[in-house]
Structure formats: C-alpha cells, structure tokens
C-alpha cells in the first residue's frame, strides 16, 4: 500500500488543522489507520489509531481530547483533525496502515503497522 500524507502547515497555538492521508495499492477498508509523530531530536510516538470501520478509535492522552480521527473508506482516506494546538504539538506526523483491521493489542507501537507515509510537518508557534 502507497501512504500520501498532507496537510500540514503553521498554525498558531490554540489553532486547528486538518491532516489527510490518501491510501491507495490495497483495499484500504481492510485495515486500520494509524497517526504517529516524530519531533527533532524525539522518536516517533503514537498519536491515534482507527479500526477499519471507523467504529472504534484510540488516543495517546497528550492529544485525548483534542485530536480527532475520521476514515472516509469511499474515498480510501484517513483524516486526523487537531484542535486547540499547542507548541508542543510539533513535529512531522505520519500516517500508517495497520497489520489488521482491528485495533490491536500493538496499535500504539510501530510494529504494529506495515505501510507509512512520507510525513507531513506541523508547526506551532507560541
């Protein structure tokens, strides 16, 4: 599967962005989605997974609350929709697909997905 992330930018802190991710190359409604991040100097970190139906999601608690994950599998793309932003959010974010359909016991570690995007970054000033 081919992962095309986008939809970064800089934003002010409190500030909204939507990021996508275009999936193409498998059938995309078979597997779960995932979002990491990664800032300078930081290793990747888990941000949210959704299963293949969109029926059930799950958060890293720096963005629970904030952030949002959606799946549109008509359009073979996975959204994830970041409020209230905070400088700390920063960093280049990567969407992934998942070794199943479900959200799995490793949803929250890399190896439980086997795809990734190229990153999009996302800055946010103070």
């Known amino acids: 599967v081919q992962l095309q992330a986008s939809g970064g930018g800089l934003v002010q802190a409190g500030g909204s962005l939507r990021l996508s991710c275009a999936a193409s190359?498998?059938?995309?409604?078979?597997?779960?989605m995932g979002w990491f991040r990664q800032a300078p100097g930081k290793e990747r970190e888990f941000v949210g997974v959704?299963?293949?139906?969109?029926?059930?999601?799950a958060y890293a608690d720096s963005v629970k609350g904030r952030f949002t994950i959606s799946r549109d599998n008509a359009k073979n793309t996975v959204y994830l929709q970041m409020n209230s932003l905070k400088p700390e959010d920063t960093a280049v974010y990567y969407c992934?697909?998942?070794?199943?359909?479900?959200?799995?016991?490793?949803?929250?570690?890399?190896?439980?997905?086997?795809?990734w995007g190229q990153g999009t970054l996302v800055t946010v000033s103070s």
């Open positions: 959704i299963n293949w139906s969109g029926s059930s999601t």
């Open positions: 190359g498998r059938t995309f409604s078979r597997y779960a």
């Open positions: 992934a697909a998942g070794v199943g359909p479900y959200v799995g016991p490793y949803y929250s570690r890399l190896e439980g997905y086997d795809a």
